[in-house]
């Protein structure tokens, strides 16, 4: 396989906005036309409920296989083994190879505690004092297992950020996981990327030679500053979060291909706000959570 190309999205947020099912089409539509091995999505997609199969079987009847990721919201009301079911997912983390590249999805949703780690359940990570978003021992372990074959070329996906300083984004024990990929760079393996969502904006850092990429929602921003209404009262009722969040008009993603030599390009995209800017809730530099939230998703060639 001479090069693999794939769509990537993060953060829909199925279950908290009125046009989710819109923003899916226009992927899809997108996809259809792109000539792509596969998809990977990189977590709050949508809760693992009955209803919600819909959005599953749209992703499925594009003939392409379908990769997840558990994002911190997955598990807001619904346990740990629910969402892999719901998912068809084999584990919480879990690796795939296409040609000469191991795809390597992480998942970072535990709380680190005296006693061990618990997984994220009904939003008790707002309700602890102790480290969080965390990856625990045998994960860690099981990660440099995973990079140590003779694949030549590696792809970590994750929910949250293994670069993001700011307050309780990113990975609280990211330097010991990204130790681990710069130990596997020094064997002559080559991490080409770590892409994660969770953020709702973008951001790109180069740390000790490897690139870590955020990638922006394809629905929205949430800030929490201050309450709008700009949608009808019953839409405001049926989506109570709507008052806090700017909206992005376009369903954002990125399409990404990596070439036999280990070239990575990213399709990025611009797009609009819907209704609502930073500015109007009073965030004049457009930075959030120690990331952009301009309405792109950033295009790379490297």
Known sequence: MDRV?????????????????????????????????????????????????????????????????????????????????????????????????????????????????????????????????????????????????????YMIFSHHSLANEYAQRGVANREEVRAILENANGRGNRVLMCMNGHDHGNAVVDISGICYYTLNSMSYIWHGLKETFNYSKEIHEKYPGLKDMILYKDGLHAIVTINGDGQLIIEGMRGNYQNITPSDVGIWNNMWNGVSIEPIVLSMNT
């Open 5 to 153: 190309k794939f769509a990537v999205f993060t953060d829909l947020h199925y279950d908290h906005i009125p046009d989710g099912h819109r923003r899916l089409q226009e992927f899809i539509n997108k996809v259809k036309k792109a000539d792509i091995d596969f998809i990977i999505e990189l977590g709050d997609f949508c809760y693992p409920r009955e209803e919600n199969r819909i959005v599953l079987k749209e992703l499925e009847n594009i003939g392409l296989p379908c990769y997840y990721t558990i994002g911190n919201h997955d598990s807001d009301t619904f346990s740990r083994e629910q969402i892999i079911g719901f998912l068809g997912m084999k584990n919480n983390y879990y690796s795939f190879v296409k040609g000469n590249i191991k795809f390597i999805v992480l998942d970072g949703c535990y709380i680190k505690r005296k006693d061990g780690c618990i997984p994220y359940y009904k939003r008790n990570y707002n309700k602890t004092s102790d480290s969080y978003p965390y990856i625990p021992p045998e994960e860690l372990s099981w990660l440099s297992n995973e990079l140590n074959d003779n694949c030549k070329y």
